[in-house]
RNA sequence: GGUCCUGUAGUUCAGUGGAUAGAAUAGAAGUUUCCUAAACUUUAGACACAAGUUCGAUUCUUGUCAGGACCA
């Protein structure tokens, strides 16, 4: 029992690499570090069970692999019998074997520990931003992926010793509402969510593409009458513009370049946007918001109302929650002080027009301007702004933003700025990128109407758990409400998994008919295996044996037990890298090599009854795990299913 | 034009400067008198291309091609 607890506070692999650093410097008097050992799981074929790579010591040493594996070896099993039983040399691979004692300690002193692998607290404070919805529209597909790495990144942030405060920045002002609020004046005839029982996001979001339709329809005559040369419309800069694209336009053929003649197209199409009278009307709102006209705040308020009311339904079936909202309304000013104190500090300059630009060259980057030349600030200006506040008033040591790979850029800026004006923990501004979500016909573009709705996507998963649950049967008994919570248990259990088993970084296919699969690298795997553990559990109480025979692990056995040693790397990897489809792969693959030990041993009827003990506790510390995995990725385990 | 990200099996994803590149799914073939077959077993199938660094490159570097994002 002493030897793990020895060791408890590292994994083996980290056991190894400093034994090894410690016995090489004893033998040759040279000085190792951990990281100068690579240490793999040996392959099954080999014996053994972690590997040490001999190569890369070859050079330093001035020894052939064979003699240094040969001393290496010889040397932990002599001075460390407690841990390695014994070794083998093939090729350069020293192949190290654990002793039994060491599975079986680990197993025995953690199998009932619920918190394996969690860290002690460690003092320090994360902030994590994410969600961060507009309010002119309901959430989508895209937001899920946002949401599910928000909530879970701040769960492994938990888990390894973090106080975890989350936020979200609700967007909730600018042009885009104020187009929902046109056209709602125009269309609704006054339409409520409790007048029409559509929920408030999705009927605000009705609007929204009401006016988009509008400005569609008006837009393509004034580009009709451009292509026609009727510039009758324009004036000034914008006159000017138009004549010279209608130029270029007239050499078409000179041009050649498929992609320039669309730009120039594209260009006309967002000269005439700007020039609808939908949008003058829309632009008019947003400046009468800003000086606060009454009639507006108060449409602005009631809207904005209804969207959070949707938004609270649909935070609470996908499980998000915050601690802390942050109001654009109210941060959008924040940063105007900052901007004077950059130029004092001579980080920020000023242009002869007036404007103020901070110089990113050195750093790779180009100028960025800050405030412009009337002295409205920018998107920059007030996320330095609300960096700030987050930190003066939360004390944190670090913070975190989820936000999609689109705003790279726009993150380097703002972290490097942060750094310049000399703000505390500026190096702790993270950015957790992640990838767009496509679909396989392509992106989402709401333009076209192809966007995933999140309250549909979670309807229909929640329906197909169903449909699965029914034609299995295996749950007649349950009560109506213990029905509806599996089901919702399952359903979202699938699509949480299924966005966060990838590399958040990556962009990914989201496949209708694979999503809503249950069968393989999926979240209902998990459960179901899950649940068939507790089902053993309940019909066989774990009895105490004080003295466990030192019986032979079979091979099946130690294969689960070494998944579950890596648990607790698994949990740092996963902080270190903001990386939550580390913890998806790892439940997955313990979920797996437990049905495969399970379908070839029994545990009610084990060969002996110390054989019973321990496969009883391997049942236990599995079902622990993979509880603790799971809701750490925002997925709960049912006890049946 | 510039910067960044991504190219692995039919498909969706892992992975590593080192031994025969892993899963899942779709395909083929099996397993149910016994702890939940939403499971298990077997089988077939892939590192975009080209140079370079290295004892060794799918991994690192450069270039080409392809897809995506951002900046101008």
Known sequence: MYIYHYFCSMSIVTTIQKNAAAALSILYNHSFTEKDFQINLTKPEFEGDYTIVMFSLVKSLRLSPEVIGDALGGYLTGNHPELFSSFNIIKGFLNL??????????????????????????????????????????????????????????EIYKANGYEVIKSCIVNDRGIHICKSMIAWQKYANGATPQSTGIKGDHLVGEYYVRFEDDLKAESQILINKIKLADLSDFSGAELEKLDKILIALTKQDEIKDAEKITKLHEEIKEIARNNTAVIKEAKQMLLDWEKGKPEVIELWKKMNGWVYEGFDITYKRIGSDFDKAYYESNT????????????????????????????????????????????????????????LQKYEEYKIDSSLYVIGNEQNYHMKVLQLICKKLGMPNADNILHLSYGMVELTTGKMKSREGTVVDADDLVDEMIATSQKHTEELGKVKDFTPAELTDLYDTIGLGAMKFYLLRVDPKKTMVFNPEESIDFHGFTGPFVQYTYARIKSILRKEPLVEITTLADADLLKLEKEVIVMLEQYPVALETACTEHNPSVIAMFVFNLAKTFNSFYTEHSIANAETPAKKQLRLQLAVMTANTLKSGMEILGIRVPERM
């Open 97 to 154: 074997s654990i002793t039994e004692s060491f599975w079986t300690d680990l197993l025995q002193s953690n199998y009932s520990n619920a918190d394996f692998g969690k860290q002690q607290n460690n003092g320090k404070k994360v902030m994590v931003e994410y969600s961060s919805p507009n309010t002119n529209k309901p959430l989508h597909l895209g937001h899920l992926r946002n949401n599910f790495l928000g909530w879970s990144i701040a």
């Open 332 to 387: 959008y000013l924040l940063g105007k002080d900052i901007v004077q104190q950059g130029l004092d500090k001579n980080v920020f300059f000023k242009k002869e027009d007036g404007s103020i630009w901070i110089d990113l060259t050195a750093d790779g980057l180009d100028e960025k301007l800050v405030q412009r030349k009337d002295g409205t600030s920018v998107y920059i200006t007030q996320d330095i702004g609300l960096a």
